[in-house]
Protein backbone atom coordinates (compact mmCIF):
# COMPACT_ATOMS: atom_id res chain seq x y z
CA UNK A 1 0.00 0.00 0.00
CA UNK A 2 1.33 3.54 -0.78
CA UNK A 3 2.23 5.79 1.65
CA UNK A 4 2.45 9.33 1.56
CA UNK A 5 5.87 11.32 1.18
CA UNK A 6 6.81 13.03 4.76
CA UNK A 7 6.52 16.30 4.90
CA UNK A 8 10.10 17.30 4.79
CA UNK A 9 10.82 15.82 1.84
CA UNK A 10 8.16 18.00 0.00
CA UNK A 11 9.74 21.05 1.48
CA UNK A 12 13.11 20.43 0.40
CA UNK A 13 11.79 19.33 -3.19
CA UNK A 14 10.29 22.55 -3.09
CA UNK A 15 13.03 24.27 -1.93
CA UNK A 16 14.89 23.09 -4.80
CA UNK A 17 12.60 23.83 -7.43
CA UNK A 18 12.76 27.36 -5.89
CA UNK A 19 16.35 27.68 -5.76
CA UNK A 20 16.99 26.55 -9.27
CA UNK A 21 14.09 29.18 -10.35
CA UNK A 22 16.54 31.46 -8.64
CA UNK A 23 19.84 30.70 -10.37
CA UNK A 24 17.93 30.97 -13.78
CA UNK A 25 16.57 34.62 -13.03
CA UNK A 26 20.13 35.62 -11.94
CA UNK A 27 21.72 33.42 -14.90
CA UNK A 28 18.70 35.84 -17.38
CA UNK A 29 19.60 38.74 -15.63
CA UNK A 30 23.50 38.21 -16.11
CA UNK A 31 22.96 37.23 -19.72
CA UNK A 32 20.85 40.50 -19.92
CA UNK A 33 23.35 42.76 -18.92
CA UNK A 34 26.01 41.26 -20.87
CA UNK A 35 29.15 43.68 -21.46
CA UNK A 36 28.50 45.17 -25.16
CA UNK A 37 31.51 46.50 -26.14
CA UNK A 38 30.04 48.38 -29.05
CA UNK A 39 28.63 50.88 -26.23
CA UNK A 40 31.15 50.27 -23.15
CA UNK A 41 32.71 52.64 -21.48
CA UNK A 42 36.41 52.93 -20.30
CA UNK A 43 34.43 52.11 -16.64
CA UNK A 44 32.92 48.92 -17.87
CA UNK A 45 36.10 47.28 -19.47
CA UNK A 46 38.22 48.25 -16.79
CA UNK A 47 35.37 46.56 -14.58
CA UNK A 48 35.35 43.78 -17.28
CA UNK A 49 39.16 43.22 -16.72
CA UNK A 50 39.12 43.17 -13.03
CA UNK A 51 36.33 40.30 -12.98
CA UNK A 52 38.54 38.23 -15.77
CA UNK A 53 35.25 38.52 -18.12
CA UNK A 54 37.58 40.45 -20.81
CA UNK A 55 41.47 40.17 -21.54
CA UNK A 56 42.83 43.80 -23.70
CA UNK A 57 43.92 40.86 -26.14
CA UNK A 58 40.15 39.97 -26.65
CA UNK A 59 39.12 43.70 -26.73
CA UNK A 60 41.82 44.71 -29.08
CA UNK A 61 41.16 42.15 -31.43
CA UNK A 62 37.42 42.89 -31.69
CA UNK A 63 38.52 46.13 -32.74
CA UNK A 64 41.00 45.41 -35.26
CA UNK A 65 37.86 43.25 -36.87
CA UNK A 66 35.47 46.07 -36.60
CA UNK A 67 38.36 47.73 -38.73
CA UNK A 68 38.51 45.18 -41.57
CA UNK A 69 34.88 45.02 -41.60
CA UNK A 70 33.81 48.86 -41.65
CA UNK A 71 36.51 50.33 -42.89
CA UNK A 72 36.81 49.78 -46.26
CA UNK A 73 33.33 51.63 -46.22
CA UNK A 74 34.11 54.28 -43.89
CA UNK A 75 37.80 54.81 -44.71
CA UNK A 76 38.36 56.38 -41.05
CA UNK A 77 41.44 54.82 -40.04
CA UNK A 78 44.38 55.00 -42.10
CA UNK A 79 46.58 52.01 -40.92
CA UNK A 80 46.91 50.17 -37.40
CA UNK A 81 49.52 49.47 -35.63
CA UNK A 82 51.75 46.51 -36.20
CA UNK A 83 52.39 46.18 -32.21
CA UNK A 84 48.66 46.77 -30.99
CA UNK A 85 48.24 42.71 -30.21
CA UNK A 86 51.81 42.76 -28.42
CA UNK A 87 50.99 46.26 -26.27
CA UNK A 88 47.71 44.17 -25.66
CA UNK A 89 49.31 41.39 -23.74
CA UNK A 90 51.48 43.21 -22.41
CA UNK A 91 48.84 45.34 -20.43
CA UNK A 92 47.21 41.43 -19.32
CA UNK A 93 50.49 40.63 -17.62
CA UNK A 94 50.83 43.79 -15.79
CA UNK A 95 47.17 43.62 -14.45
CA UNK A 96 48.23 40.23 -13.08
CA UNK A 97 51.21 41.30 -11.66
CA UNK A 98 50.38 44.56 -10.13
CA UNK A 99 47.76 45.64 -7.31
CA UNK A 100 44.08 46.46 -8.13
CA UNK A 101 43.95 50.27 -8.04
CA UNK A 102 47.89 51.16 -9.19
CA UNK A 103 46.83 50.82 -12.98
CA UNK A 104 45.05 53.94 -14.46
CA UNK A 105 41.78 54.02 -16.46
CA UNK A 106 42.90 53.77 -19.68
CA UNK A 107 45.44 50.60 -19.17
CA UNK A 108 44.61 47.89 -21.51
CA UNK A 109 42.32 50.39 -23.50
CA UNK A 110 43.16 50.47 -27.27
CA UNK A 111 43.09 54.05 -28.81
CA UNK A 112 43.09 55.42 -32.13
CA UNK A 113 45.15 58.81 -32.48
CA UNK A 114 45.11 61.24 -35.28
CA UNK A 115 47.37 60.85 -38.31
CA UNK A 116 48.89 64.49 -36.92
CA UNK A 117 49.99 62.89 -33.71
CA UNK A 118 53.73 61.45 -33.72
CA UNK A 119 54.27 58.26 -32.58
CA UNK A 120 57.62 56.78 -32.64
CA UNK A 121 57.38 53.02 -33.58
CA UNK A 122 56.49 51.27 -36.79
CA UNK A 123 53.59 53.30 -37.41
CA UNK A 124 53.58 56.71 -39.75
CA UNK A 125 52.87 59.97 -39.11
CA UNK A 126 51.78 61.71 -42.22
CA UNK A 127 48.49 63.95 -41.41
CA UNK A 128 47.17 62.12 -44.26
CA UNK A 129 49.68 62.95 -47.03
CA UNK A 130 51.97 60.52 -48.74
CA UNK A 131 54.76 63.07 -48.95
CA UNK A 132 55.50 62.01 -45.14
CA UNK A 133 55.09 58.59 -45.72
CA UNK A 134 58.41 56.79 -44.60
CA UNK A 135 59.37 59.40 -42.95
CA UNK A 136 60.88 59.30 -39.02
CA UNK A 137 59.87 61.15 -36.26
CA UNK A 138 62.52 62.02 -33.66
CA UNK A 139 60.39 61.11 -30.56
CA UNK A 140 56.82 60.68 -29.19
CA UNK A 141 54.19 63.36 -28.90
CA UNK A 142 53.43 64.67 -25.47
CA UNK A 143 50.29 63.23 -25.53
CA UNK A 144 51.27 59.63 -26.87
CA UNK A 145 54.03 59.65 -24.26
CA UNK A 146 51.70 59.45 -21.35
CA UNK A 147 49.23 56.98 -22.88
CA UNK A 148 52.49 54.95 -23.13
CA UNK A 149 52.83 55.05 -19.38
CA UNK A 150 49.63 55.32 -18.44
CA UNK A 151 49.88 51.80 -20.48
CA UNK A 152 47.19 52.19 -23.18
CA UNK A 153 46.81 50.35 -26.46
CA UNK A 154 47.97 52.04 -29.19
CA UNK A 155 45.74 51.04 -31.68
CA UNK A 156 46.37 52.75 -34.83
CA UNK A 157 45.92 56.35 -37.07
CA UNK A 158 42.63 57.65 -37.67
CA UNK A 159 42.40 59.94 -40.67
CA UNK A 160 41.32 63.40 -40.82
CA UNK A 161 41.44 66.02 -44.07
CA UNK A 162 45.10 66.37 -45.55
CA UNK A 163 47.03 68.34 -43.82
CA UNK A 164 44.58 69.77 -41.21
CA UNK A 165 42.81 70.95 -44.27
CA UNK A 166 45.79 72.82 -44.85
CA UNK A 167 46.49 71.25 -48.16
CA UNK A 168 43.75 73.45 -50.25
CA UNK A 169 40.87 75.09 -49.36
CA UNK A 170 39.17 73.41 -52.66
CA UNK A 171 39.43 69.88 -51.04
CA UNK A 172 36.91 67.50 -50.01
CA UNK A 173 36.10 67.71 -45.88
CA UNK A 174 37.31 64.69 -44.63
CA UNK A 175 39.50 63.25 -47.58
CA UNK A 176 43.32 63.09 -47.44
CA UNK A 177 45.65 61.26 -50.14
CA UNK A 178 46.23 57.96 -47.75
CA UNK A 179 42.98 56.72 -47.22
CA UNK A 180 40.57 58.84 -49.49
CA UNK A 181 37.16 59.94 -48.52
CA UNK A 182 35.82 59.49 -45.05
CA UNK A 183 32.10 59.33 -44.69
CA UNK A 184 29.71 58.24 -41.69
CA UNK A 185 27.07 56.68 -43.50
CA UNK A 186 26.91 54.84 -46.88
CA UNK A 187 25.27 57.61 -48.62
CA UNK A 188 27.47 59.58 -51.06
CA UNK A 189 25.39 62.49 -50.20
CA UNK A 190 28.20 65.52 -49.49
CA UNK A 191 26.13 66.92 -46.26
CA UNK A 192 27.15 63.42 -44.29
CA UNK A 193 30.31 64.57 -44.93
CA UNK A 194 32.46 66.51 -42.21
CA UNK A 195 36.03 67.60 -42.05
CA UNK A 196 38.71 68.13 -39.39
CA UNK A 197 39.01 66.02 -36.27
CA UNK A 198 34.98 66.02 -36.20
CA UNK A 199 35.19 63.86 -39.46
CA UNK A 200 37.50 61.21 -37.21
CA UNK A 201 35.77 61.47 -34.58
CA UNK A 202 32.06 60.49 -36.15
CA UNK A 203 33.84 57.98 -38.07
CA UNK A 204 35.50 56.25 -35.27
CA UNK A 205 31.74 56.54 -33.05
CA UNK A 206 30.36 54.77 -36.37
CA UNK A 207 33.28 52.12 -36.28
CA UNK A 208 33.95 51.53 -32.07
CA UNK A 209 30.26 52.11 -30.98
CA UNK A 210 30.29 55.04 -28.26
CA UNK A 211 33.77 53.42 -27.08
CA UNK A 212 36.17 56.64 -27.44
CA UNK A 213 38.55 57.48 -29.47
CA UNK A 214 42.04 59.30 -29.31
CA UNK A 215 42.70 62.38 -31.09
CA UNK A 216 44.64 65.59 -30.29
CA UNK A 217 42.12 66.85 -27.25
CA UNK A 218 41.64 63.44 -25.88
CA UNK A 219 43.17 63.78 -22.74
CA UNK A 220 41.65 66.30 -20.37
CA UNK A 221 42.82 67.53 -16.78
CA UNK A 222 40.01 66.48 -14.57
CA UNK A 223 38.05 69.87 -13.07
CA UNK A 224 38.56 70.48 -9.24
CA UNK A 225 35.37 70.00 -7.72
CA UNK A 226 34.04 73.01 -6.12
CA UNK A 227 34.96 73.39 -2.01
CA UNK A 228 37.97 71.25 -2.82
Known sequence: MATEPPLAFLQ???????????LLVLRTVALAQALSLEEASTRDLQLAFRQNNLTSRQL???????????????????????DAL????????????????????VHGIPILLKDNIATKDKMNTTAGSFALLGSVVHRDAGVVARLRRAGA??????????????????????????????????????????????????????????FVAGGSTW????KKKKGS
Request: with cysteine; proline share 4%.
Open 60 to 82: TNFYLNRIRMLNPLLRGVIEVNP
Open 219 to 222: IKKK
Open 153 to 210: VLLGKASLSEWAYYRSSGAPSGWCARSGQGKVSQTTDPLFYSGLSLQGLKIQIVIFGS
Open 12 to 22: SRVLLVRLAIA
Open 86 to 105: RQADRADRERKAKPYGSLSA
